[in-house]
């Protein structure tokens, strides 16, 4: 779940079974391929020994590593005296290493095969994760701040659309570079926009009066709107209620509450600059006029929900810059690319139905 987190693993299947212990998850691809490995080493190997040279030099190569974090622990959070640790280390890491030299003569009759999976592991989660990263940047160099949506949208002859377009990022800030790309390619924008990034948290439920983080994208008339939807690992998508009618309830929500503190914002800023009985005589006037707009983007967003909504994804095909050396054409070009192709899509990952889904695809040079 960690590797998943920090992007240096691909998007797996993963399944909690319980949901008192935190840590216990089944995952069905790796349990599959665990599977195939065990037949297959066993079909090579033949013989317990060479499985024996294998098993005993993975548990030696735990201990150790497991001892060589542990003294990073000592020095780094438990602060422990320098002495304390020399002496750990001359003790039990002479041990394992006496224990590791043992087993390595073993390495040509088995032994090479956990590190060849090793190997092959870290080979994996070094592309994905360096791919994402450059991707990740990519966006963030690229990505269409708030205060320019107006703009961008203005540089095009766009017209607005019937219904609710719902647009799939990995950014919490800022607009996504696709967004763009795609007003470029097709003027036609939905009446409401919202932008939803979704993140997963290591707990297990979070309600759903927290669960949605709104922001407004101003002017207000474009009726843009950014949002950050956080799961827990034992929350269920579309199960209670369906996520499009769960995101309009918290948007209309969220319309009201965002009235009430511009309401608060502008009489803090009306104490400090008029008299107080002009206050008292625009209260009334600063009220009708909110609550006028407030019931009138209500009706928008309910309006355009009844009509429809859509899905975009983004369809992000990478692919190594100008210039880039053979290493870097190999790991994006080839190697990332055959990773994304046979791994879960992200609408499985997001289970975003496939009627009013559609995807968009730009190409980053990175």
Known sequence: MQSLALGCFPQVKIVHTSTKYHGQIYIPEVNNLLMLACVIVTL?????????????IAVVFVMTLTSGFLVLVMIMIWKTHILFVIVYVLIIGTFELILLSSVLYKFNQGGYLPLAFAMFLMFIMYVWNY????????????????LKVKETVDETNYHRLPGL??????????????????????????SVLVFVSVKSLPISKVPVEERFLFRRVKPP??????CVVRYGYNDKRNEEEPFERLLVERLKEFIRDDSVLSINASKCNR??????NVELESDCDIHDDAKFLVDRDIEVVEKTFSIGV???????????????NIAKRFVIDYAFNILKRNLRQSSKVLDIPHKRMLKVGMIYEL
Do not use: M, W
């Open 131 to 146: 791919v994402y990263r450059k991707k990740y940047h990519f966006e963030l160099q690229n990505k269409i701040s708030p």
């Open 44 to 56: 090579a190997f033949r013989t317990t020994e060479k499985l024996s040279n294998a098993y005993g």
């Open 271 to 276: 104490v400090s600059t008029e008299q107080c």
């Open 310 to 324: 859509v899905h975009f994804i983004g369809e992000q095909d990478v692919i190594a810059g100008k210039g880039s």
């Open 221 to 226: 008339d474009l009726y843009v709107f950014r």
């Open 165 to 190: 377009a719902i647009f799939y990022s990995e950014l919490v800030h800022g607009i996504p570079p696709i967004f763009k790309h795609y007003v470029e390619n097709v003027p036609a924008l939905h």
